[in-house]
Every structure is written in C-alpha cells, then in structure tokens.
C-alpha cells in the first residue's frame, strides 16, 4: 500500500485536496484503511480520521438511488421499461415518449446535465423545469451524465416506495440477514456513518466544503451540509446527491455489492446476484460505459487502467470514488474533499488514476 499512500500524500502536498481517507478490501473484510491530511488547508486544522464524514456527492447515484431503485423493481413497485410519460404528468412529447426508467439510470434520456437557470425552490418546480426542458439529444442514440435524471429517480423512488429516498436507503440495512450483521451495523456505529442526514454532534468534525459561485450560500464553510446547490434546495436529500458517508461504512457497502457479484444467495433484494448482475450490465448505448447507476471500467477513466473489465464504480464531484472489482475481489474507497480550495476536476481525476494503478500491484 506504500505506493497508493505516497499518491495521497503528494497529491495533498499538491493542494489537490486537503484531507482523505481510504478503505480498500476484498469481500472478507477491509485490508487497508488509513486517513491523511488535515481537513482545510489551514494549518491548526484538525487532523482527518477514519470517522470523518465526507460529502459523497454523486455518489449517491449508485449507493442510495440505484440501490433503492433496484428494491423498488424487486418488490413489483418499479419496472426498468417502465415508461418516464407514465409516472409523472408533465412529461409529454413526441421526442420523448418512449424514455424509460433504464434510460434515467443509464445516462441515456436525453436530458441535458443541469438546469439553464438557477435550481427553483423545491420539488414541484423541479419536477416541472425538468419534465418541460427540451431534450438535449434524441434518447438512447448516446449517454450524457445527468443529475437532472438522477433527480427525477429520486422523486420516482419516493412515489413508488411511499417514503422519502433517504428513508428508503436507511431501511435497506434492517433487513441484511445475521450473516452480514456486521455489514448492517456499520451504517449505524458512530465511526461509521453513511446518511443523508449528518447528526448535528457529528457536523462539526465533517470534511468542510466551499460553495460554488452561483451557490447563494457563498462565503461560508459547509460542514456536514450538502455542497450540491440542487441537493440542498430540495431539503439536503436528492437522487443525484445528499449522502455523506466515512470511508469504512462506503467500504461496507461496497462489500454487499462485492458479494453480491460475486454470487453471494444469502444477501436479499436489491443485492441478490441477479439483480446485481443486471445492475452492473453496461448499456447497449452507442459508445456509452454506464451500466444502471453505475460506471463500468475503461482503461482512460478514474478507476485507472488495471483493473478487469467486470469492475463498476463511480465517482463524485467533492473528490470521492468508489470502485468494485469483483473478478480481483477488491473494493477502491477514495474520499476527499476536493471542493475546499484544492484542485481541479482533472487533477482529481490524474490522482484517482494513480490511486488505482498503485494498488493493481498490492493485491
């Protein structure tokens, strides 16, 4: 591990982030867990730990919505061909009459990124902006990443499953069976969180993160609060984003799905090996790497170019990833806060690369 530690040291030298913490393992159980930095770049900052709950972006695409998503369909409350025009009222149109539920998971509806404007003030008008905005390309012909699809998943979930997507995602864990106990009571330990609501004696010691310009919060830290300006008009809770989590409860998570790919019977829906075989199938869209929520490996992404063609992963605009490789039986957990006056999203991606690439040779 001394050369994938050495990245992170450089790469916090480097002022591309100033605090990380890593969880990386195999279906058995974590191998390497470490923290590095401080958690600004001020130099009295408090040290990063294992326990620091970081702002995991979109990495909520993956683990909370997709995850819930794929539940729903399990359950009979969801179909992957369900129709978009059929669930919600305002989406109407020739160009996109025939966008399905596959299509929001897999990048491919036509849905440009954002919103033109400014996000509006809650759930009504989001639904409606994003129903009524012209498509950016003709469904399925290619895959441009989307929040505003992961948004409509999101409100999609809540109807479907008759609770809030966050309410949804915490109940999940209840039903792991005794096996995997431990798996379940790591989103429920105190050094291991993984919520869309951060415990207000736990925000203090979250991995800060700096507003975006057009973030009317501007000029103030976010501490345990969802960087994502979208996320947070929309109660701090989204499809696209809203998780925090600290590296060991990702690396938990990433273990179900580890096992779950890797055949495990025992696990119970949404993780059960065909359900999650059909989650990490990659799209049939032209030229497109995304499978159901998820990324699937390429040589030139941020999983770097070492691992098997069977690894999905994902990454999140505050500087974290996660990657699951279950030909090699490893798990990635890289968690940063790269939105705190460190670097750019090309750089982040250079030490992602790096990351992975040191640990090809660690197994």
């Given amino acids: 591990m001394t050369r994938a530690a050495r990245v992170i040291v450089d790469a916090i030298a480097e002022r591309v982030f100033p ?12 191998i390497w867990t470490e923290a590095f930095g401080r958690l600004t770049f001020d130099a009295g900052a408090p040290a990063a730990a294992i ?69 509006p003030a809650g759930r009504r008008e989001f639904e409606h902006d994003i129903c009524s905005m012209p498509l950016e390309y003709t469904p399925r012909t290619l895959s441009i ?22 309410d949804q995602f915490e109940a999940l864990w209840v039903r792991l069976p005794p ?13 291991d969180l ?12 979250a991995a800060p993160t700096m507003p975006l310009k057009d973030d009317p919060r501007r000029g103030r830290w976010l501490r345990g609060e969802v960087h994502d300006h979208y996320a947070a008009a929309l109660g701090d809770a989204a499809g696209h984003a809203g998780l925090f989590g600290t590296a060991a409860a990702v690396g938990a998570f990433a273990r179900v799905v580890l096992r779950a790919l890797r055949g495990d019977a025992s696990l119970p829906p949404p993780w059960t090996p065909g359900l999650a075989a059909r989650m ?19 040589p030139t992404s941020s999983c770097g170019a070492q691992m098997s063609a069977s690894a999905i992963g994902h990454a999140g605009f505050t500087g974290t990833s996660l990657w699951i ?18 670097g750019t999203l090309n750089e982040m991606r250079t030490v992602r690369r790096a990351f992975h690439d040191a640990l090809a040779t660690a197994d």
């Fill in 19 to 30: 605090a990380a913490a890593v969880d990386v393992g195999s279906s058995a159980g974590p």
């Fill in 51 to 119: 326990d620091t709950p970081f702002d995991l972006a979109s990495l909520t695409k993956p683990i909370a919505t997709t995850s819930v998503a794929m539940d729903l369909v399990a359950r009979g409350a969801l179909g992957l061909d369900w129709r978009v025009a059929d669930c919600f009222s305002e989406w109407r149109g020739a160009d996109r009459a025939e966008v399905t539920v596959t299509d929001l998971l897999e990048h491919a509806s036509g849905l440009p990124a954002r919103l033109v404007d400014a996000p």
């Fill in 145 to 166: 990443y989307s929040d505003l699809g992961f948004i409509l998943l999101g409100f999609l979930a809540a109807d479907r499953g008759g609770a809030p997507l966050a």
């Fill in 179 to 191: 096996a995997h106990a431990a798996v379940a009571g790591a989103f429920r330990r105190h050094d």
């Fill in 194 to 205: 993984l919520t869309f609501d951060v415990p207000a004696e736990r925000r203090p010691f």
């Fill in 280 to 298: 990490a199938r990659k799209t049939s869209v032209p030229g497109s790497s995304r499978a159901l929520g998820w990324d699937t490996m390429l």
């Fill in 325 to 342: 490789d279950p030909e090699r039986d490893r798990y990635f957990v890289l968690l940063s806060n790269r939105v705190c006056g460190g």
